[in-house]
């Protein structure tokens, strides 16, 4: 074995000895270039990586978590340092302490300078005292940081595995510069008898304006009458170099950067001046999926989608919205054009929960669905999780949507701005010293600006004030030190519609009002400390505060909600030892309501086909400082009894004052991972959900509805191909399987109280759900990146035990969607999505099956008599949408311009259907037309 391996292995075993100190570390010195080649550096590592993050949905959290590591990083291959050539003419050596992330992929994603400790040659004749310590500090001296940050970049390492999984980790890392003995015969230059600057500049990437450390710069020239002359620098912490005492004339400058193009310069260097430059270097490829995605170690549930925000641009027919993406997703259904609503296997509108941050916000969409309440550049990340999740969430019987807002690292000012079609928006981040982060955002509606431009004059509908929507954001970020994290995370939205309409008597007799007026806004400001006193312990806690407001007035009808709302969520994370952890949280959501209301007296359920409403009979409302609240909590275990095994179960407990009912929710998920590629998963679970206020508050709902239940099912596989295949290398599938059986749904009542009054609702319906979903996905290589998901449903319920079995109103038994992006030359990308689904179930009418008409004289109207409940289908829905984007990459920002192509080929695909004034004629009323979202977005 050569000494340098066997070295090596020796380190290793010091390091891995259960006999060991804590705090054992292991170093390796290397000397300058001249004498590199003899040496190569070697990794220290510490028994245990230190982590930050605790909330189990948060796969893209700053910080990782601690894994029980069963095979640590290793060096594959090694990469030498450029010696700083200040320090080695001044005879500085250094030991640069770094904190390096080792992705699950084992690149490096994050590089720390921790401690830089550097130490002056004395010249004594004994070893022991050869060298002498300067300093220790934070920052780089002499360059010592940077060139060991360009030497770890350029390594490469196996990843570290916990119980055989890829995991990502963060270790200590010690790099040692020793200087090589003095020749005997100092060599002189230009560069070490003289020490004045002439030439001194700063290395930025192109577009970001980030800086460049540890690139190597080389001056260099030959004349006709002298010997040619070079000489090296390398780029510092703040991506600054500098040269010394060149000889006035021309000089060539080139340097080579990893991933970047070349740089090639002339200079003129005059005598007696110092001159100043900044160069921008060029990414090779400025792809978002460059970017490093961490995992979690344990998945506490049995699906979970993550789609960070670099990704969820791409998606085409999305419009960069990081709300809309999840459409795509296995499980999900599509809603209607315009409802904003999330519909995951079957389920109702209101069972699906959706969350900032684990804060449940209450609407997530602004008017029309087109964009949700957040913009792109302030989500990092978004999770969805379609069943079978952590205890963590609760209170929904359908699936879990929780966006995370990005932690601000920026190391310069940094923004964007971006107009388009639909709206314009602008976002700006900037740090505060070294600990403090702040970014905002805003963000108008311009697509109300056109509509009263291309409505006709002749239309049944005027504009009074189309919609326009406003959203704002507000981040700060303090990181005082390693143990303690604080946030502030603001956000507002504001929607406002009028419309007037010139026949209303034309939609129903029973109207006479012209107009209609909507207003809907929300705010939230969001508190969270994470404390990490020690790498077993981790806490979390979140205080939100909010105010939600929503008026309707139309046709004589009128709502107006005002409430405050106040959130608290504690989670806390205990790692027992390696094979066992536990997680227990306090979860609890307030509310102090004023209604007052004047609607319809309407008992309308999911469902329901009460054919045309009385509109003349009305409920009025006022309620004033109704409490709600909700309390829970939950434990949950994460255990690895062998490597190949693990097993989360759970048990969630929540009170809903709403309805003075307790519930219990067990839940278990399991994976078995048969191999690297292979892995087998499900779970079972119970979940609770309590009915909306609309259904249990008199007047309008039933004070005696209680919770609806739901218990899940799943199981599944998820698989990769061979990396000798290859075609399929870069694709994995992932199969699950489904059930949910729901009891005690809400359902349309014809009861009565004891005084006679309608109830409108009662818990007298039941459900189940089940189905396929796959999901194979091509990870991104060779520019390409797609994915292909399917899922098979069924689901139905049943409104009562005389009842038989009927479709869900958003029962869609086949969904497909195919989304793909691809990176061309030039700064050019295209993506395609293509949808087909089945139709919407829908009710039939009996005078358009029949012909025979039915005429209501007291209401002077025709009335439409249903048939069975959801037994036809409206047609197949077939969409393609395109997304074209150019980005050019200037020198302080990056330029982009970009078309959405939404129904690219003007497909009228139907939404529902509308009668004429018998319902003896019936016409489709279809969703968006093409529709071409243009715009423009800058970078710097």
Not at 79 to 96: D, N, W
Not at 249 to 257: K, S, V
Not at 432 to 448: D, L, T
């Amino acid at each position: 074995m050569a000494p340098l391996t066997r070295s090596f292995f020796q380190c290793l075993m010091r390091l891995y000895h259960p006999q060991r100190q804590s705090g054992l570390s292991c170093s390796l010195r290397i000397q300058s270039p001249n004498r590199a080649e003899k040496l190569v550096l070697l990794i220290g590592i510490v028994t245990q990586a230190y982590i930050f993050g605790v909330t189990s949905a948060q796969a893209q959290e700053e910080s990782i978590e601690e894994a029980p590591i069963t095979k640590y990083p290793q060096i594959i291959e090694s990469a030498e340092a450029i010696y700083p050539p200040l320090a080695l003419k001044h005879r500085i050596g250094a030991q640069v302490d770094l904190d390096l992330e080792i992705s699950e992929t084992g690149t490096i994603s994050d590089i720390v300078v921790v401690k830089t400790t550097t130490v002056a040659e004395t010249l004594s004749s004994t070893i022991a005292e050869t060298y002498q310590v300067v300093r220790t500090s934070t920052t780089a001296n002499y360059g010592f940081g940077a060139a060991a940050i360009a030497a770890v970049q350029r390594m490469i390492f196996s990843p570290a595995e916990a119980e055989g999984i890829p995991v990502a980790v963060r270790v200590p890392f010690t790099y040692t510069f020793e200087l090589p003995p003095l020749p005997k015969t100092p060599p002189a230059s230009e560069q070490e008898q003289q020490g004045q600057i002439v030439l001194q500049g700063t290395l930025r990437e192109r577009g970001t304006r980030s800086v460049l450390p540890g690139v190597v710069i080389t001056v260099f020239r030959k004349d006709h009458n002298e010997a040619a002359a070079g000489y090296e620098a390398t780029s510092d912490a703040k991506g600054q170099f500098r040269f010394y005492d060149l000889k006035p004339g021309m000089w060539l400058i080139q340097g080579e950067a990893d991933g970047y193009y070349p740089l090639r310069d002339k200079i003129d260097i005059v005598e007696d001046e110092i001159t100043e430059v900044t160069y921008y270097l060029e990414k090779g490829s400025y792809s978002p999926y460059d970017i490093i995605v961490q995992a979690d170690r344990i998945k506490r549930e049995v699906n979970r989608r993550t789609l960070t925000r670099e990704e969820i641009r791409t998606v085409a027919g999305t419009l960069g919205d990081p709300i809309l993406v999840v459409e795509n997703l296995p499980g999900v259904a599509r809603p209607n054009t315009g409802s904003g609503n999330i519909i995951v296997r079957g389920s109702g509108t209101n069972d699906t929960r959706v969350y900032v941050d684990a804060i449940e916000v209450p609407i997530i969409y602004h008017f029309g669905g087109l964009k949700s309440v957040l913009p792109i550049d302030v989500v990092e990340s978004v999770d969805f999780y379609p069943g079978n999740f952590s205890v963590f969430y609760g209170r929904g019987t359908g699936g879990v949507f929780d966006a995370h807002i990005r932690r601000l690292q920026p190391d310069q000012v940094h923004g964007a701005v971006e107009l388009s079609a639909l709206d314009v928006s602008a976002f700006l981040e900037a740090p505060i010293g070294k600990n403090v982060a702040v970014a905002s955002g805003i963000r108008r509606s311009v697509i109300g600006d056109i509509i009263p431009a291309v409505v006709p004059d002749d239309a049944d509908i005027g504009v009074i004030s189309a919609p326009v929507y406003y959203d704002g954001q507000f981040i700060l970020n303090w990181r005082p030190n390693r143990e303690h994290y604080f946030r502030i995370f603001g956000l507002f939205s504001d929607d406002t519609l009028e419309l007037l309409f010139e026949n209303p008597s034309e939609l129903s007799t029973q109207l006479s009002d012209e107009s209609t007026r909507t207003s809907v806004n929300f705010q939230r400001v969001v508190l969270e400390h994470r404390f990490t006193p020690s790498e077993k312990f981790q806490n979390q806690a979140l205080v939100a505060l909010g105010r939600d407001y929503t008026q309707f007035g139309s046709f004589g009808f009128a709502f107006e909600l005002d409430s405050l709302s106040l959130d608290l969520r504690n989670t806390a994370k205990w790692q027992v030892s390696e094979a066992i952890g536990f997680r227990l949280g306090l979860d609890v959501n307030g509310s102090l309501t004023d209604v007052l209301a004047r609607l319809p007296s309407s008992n309308a359920a999911e469902g329901d086909t009460g054919g045309n409403p009385d509109l003349t009979t009305t409920i009025a409302a006022s309620i004033a400082d109704r409490r709600i609240i909700e309390f829970g909590g939950f434990i949950e275990a994460e255990w690895v009894p062998i490597e190949w095994l693990q097993i989360v179960p759970g048990v969630r407990v929540d009170y809903f004052e709403l309805v003075n009912q307790w519930s219990a929710d067990p839940r278990i998920v399991a994976r078995i991972q048969l191999s690297e590629k292979l892995s087998i998963k499900g779970g079972v679970g119970a979940v609770y959900q309590p009915p909306t206020p609309a259904e249990s508050i008199r007047p309008f709902g039933n004070p005696d509805a209680g919770l609806q239940r739901g218990i899940q099912y799943s199981l599944g596989t998820e698989f990769g191909f061979a990396e000798n295949i290859p075609v399929l290398k870069n694709i994995t599938v992932d199969l699950t399987f489904f059930y949910k059986d729901l009891d005690d749904l809400i359902t349309s009542s014809d009861l009565r109280d004891e005084d006679g009054d309608p109830l409108f609702t009662s818990n007298s319906a039941i459900g189940r759900v089940y189905g396929l979903e796959t999901f194979i996905e091509h990870k991104f290589a060779d520019n390409f990146r797609g994915w292909l998901s399917y899922t098979f449903s069924r689901s139905e319920r049943r409104d009562s035990p005389t009842e038989g079995w009927r479709l869900f109103d958003f029962d869609q038994t086949h969904i497909l969607n195919l989304n793909t992006s691809y990176s061309l030359p030039n700064g050019w990308e295209i993506g395609l999505r293509w949808r087909l689904i089945s139709g919407n179930p829908t009710t039939p009418s009996i005078p358009l099956q029949s012909g025979q008409t039915f005429f209501l004289s007291d209401l002077d109207q025709y009335s439409d008599v249903p048939g069975e409940s959801n037994s036809e289908r409206l047609p197949i829905f077939n969409q393609v949408d395109l997304r074209i984007e150019k980005n050019w990459i200037f020198n302080v920002l990056q330029f982009k311009a970009f078309l959405s192509l939404i129904n690219t080929f003007n497909v009228e695909n139907p939404e529902g259907s509308s009668f004429n004034f018998d319902y003896t004629e019936r016409e489709f009323a279809t969703g968006l037309p093409v529709f071409p979202n243009i715009g423009f977005r800058a970078e710097f």
